[in-house]
C-alpha cells in the first residue's frame, strides 16, 4: 500500500534514519541488493515502525515524505513470525514498501504467463479477486529482486515451463475407486461422518471445524511421487478443500503438510501448512465449478509440479527450509460441508515397491494458518 503525503511540514530532518532492529537486516539487503543494479541508498533518511494499521493492511510507504517513513502491522509481522517462511515474507514485505519509498514504483499488477505475479509490487485491487501472495522464494527470488530494481519486462523460463515426464520408472502403491473399501478412516462422531457412496468417498464435516483425513504409511515422500484425485464438495465460496500430502504432528517429525486446495469456483491455493498463507492463490478456469476435478502433485527431483484435470499449471522448488518428509497423504475438508472422492491413485519411484503394509487412517483437525488477503 502506498500512500502520498503532500505535506510542507517537516517535522523530520531529510536524513533522520530510525530503523528498529526487527527491519535492519532486511532494510540491509535492500540497500546491498540496489547496488548490484548501481543504486547507492546509504545516505538517505528513512524511518520504519510498528503501526496499528486497518483493512488487512500489512505494510504503508508515505514515499513523498522526506525522510520516507513506512509503517509495518504490528499483527502482520507477529503473524509471519510464526511461520517456517518468515524470513522471505518479511524480505518480501520491506522490499515492496522499499520500492514504493526508494525506488518510487507504484503498483503493477502484471501477471505473468504461469499465474504469477509479474512483481512484487502488484497490489491495490487485484484482478479476480486474487490475493497478493508471492511465491517469493526458491528459483523465483533471484528474479523477482532483479524485477524490482530493473523493471525488466523479460519472460522468466520457469514461466513459460511446460515440463514433460514420459520416462518415469514408478510403481502404483495405492488405486482406490472406493467401490469396496477405503484407504481412509470410515466412520462417525458428533463432529463428522465418513461413508461410502454411489462408488465416492464422502466425509461431512457436521461443525465449522475443518479436517484431515489422513493416510499414513503408504506413501514415502522422500521417494519422487505422482498422486493424482478426482475430487469435489460442497464447500462455501470462501473455504478450501483439496489434496494434502507430507507430515502431520508425527511425533518424530514436525508438521509439514503441503496442499492443493480449490477455493471457491476458480482459485487453486499452492502452500505448506506452516508457511504464511498459500504460496501463491491462482485463478484458473479450467475448473468445472461444482463437479468434479481432478487434482494431482508430482514430485520429481526435488520440485512440485501441480496439474487440474491433466493440464499442468504450476511448479515449485522444495529446499531446505521448505522441504518434503513423512508419508500422509489425504484431503481437507472445510466445516460444515462435504467432500467426495471418486477415486484415488498414488504412484512412487521405488524400485520393486507394490504397497506397503504399514497403514494407518486418522482424522486430524486442520491447523494451517488462517488465510487473509494481505494489503501492500
Ligand atoms: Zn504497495
Given amino acids: 500500500m502506498v500512500i502520498i503525503l503532500f505535506s510542507s511540514c517537516e517535522e523530520w530532518n531529510i536524513k533522520t534514519y530510525n530503523v528498529p532492529s526487527e527491519f535492519q537486516p532486511y532494510v540491509d539487503k535492500f540497500k546491498t541488493d540496489a547496488k548490484k543494479y548501481g543504486y547507492n541508498f546509504d545516505d538517505k533518511g528513512l524511518i520504519v515502525r510498528f503501526a496499528d494499521l486497518d483493512n488487512n493492511i ?10 520516507i517513513l513506512i509503517e509495518i502491522d504490528r499483527e502482520y509481522w507477529a503473524s509471519a513470525s510464526n511461520t ?22 507504484m503498483h503493477d499488477n502484471t501477471v505473468l504467463a504461469n499465474g504469477d505475479w509479474k512483481t512484487i509490487m502488484c497490489g491495490d485491487k487485484l484482478p479476480n479477486d486474487r490475493a497478493s501472495n508471492i511465491n517469493y522464494r526458491g528459483f523465483r527470488k533471484a528474479y523477482y529482486i532483479e524485477e524490482l530494481f530493473t523493471r525488466t519486462n ?25 467401490s469396496s ?48 484425485v478426482r475430487l469435489k464438495a460442497s464447500a462455501g465460496l470462501d473455504d478450501s478443500f483439496g489434496l494434502v500430502c507430507g507430515s502431520f504432528n508425527d511425533g518424530n517429525t514436525p508438521t509439514s503438510l503441503h496442499y492443493f486446495y480449490q477455493k471457491g469456483n476458480n482459485h487453486m491455493y499452492i502452500g505448506e501448512s506452516e508457511c504464511l498463507g498459500p504460496f501463491i492463490d491462482l485463478y484458473t478456469e479450467i475448473l ?40 500422509q497423504i489425504g484431503f481437507k475438508i472445510p466445516g460444515n460441508s462435504t467432500l467426495y472422492v471418486d477415486y484415488a491413485e498414488v504412484r512412487e519411484n ?27
Avoid: C
Fill in 350 to 376: 521405488s524400485t520393486g515397491l507394490k504397497k506397503r503394509n504399514t497403514t494407518e487412517l486418522s482424522v486430524e483437525k486442520a491447523t494451517e494458518k488462517k488465510v487473509i488477503h494481505w494489503n501492500k
Fill in 154 to 178: 523479460d519472460t522468466p523460463a520457469w514461466s513459460t515451463l511446460i515440463p514433460q515426464f514420459d520416462n518415469i520408472d514408478e510403481n502404483v502403491i495405492l488405486q482406490q475407486d472406493f
Fill in 84 to 105: 517456517k517462511n518468515a524470513h522471505d515474507i518479511k524480505e518480501n514485505l520491506l522490499f515492496h514498501e522499499l520500492g514504493h519509498g526508494f525506488l518510487q514504483r
Fill in 58 to 67: 500489512a505494510g504503508l510507504a508515505y514515499y513523498k515524505r522526506n525522510p
Fill in 181 to 228: 473399501g477405503s484407504d481412509w478412516t470410515i466412520g462417525s462422531n458428533s463432529l463428522y461422518e465418513s461413508s461410502i457412496e454411489n462408488g465416492a468417498y464422502t466425509f461431512t464435516t457436521k461443525t465449522s471445524q475443518a479436517f484431515y483425513v489422513l493416510n499414513k504409511g503408504t506413501l514415502n515422500t522422500s521417494n519422487d511421487f505422482y498422486i493424482e
Fill in 288 to 327: 468445472h465449478p461444482n463437479e468434479f476435478n481432478t487434482f494431482a502433485i508430482r514430485k520429481y527431483n526435488n520440485m512440485l509440479y501441480y496439474y487440474i484435470n491433466d493440464t499442468f499449471i504450476y511448479h515449485n522448488d522444495l529446499d531446505e527450509i521448505i522441504n518434503m518428509y513423512g508419508s
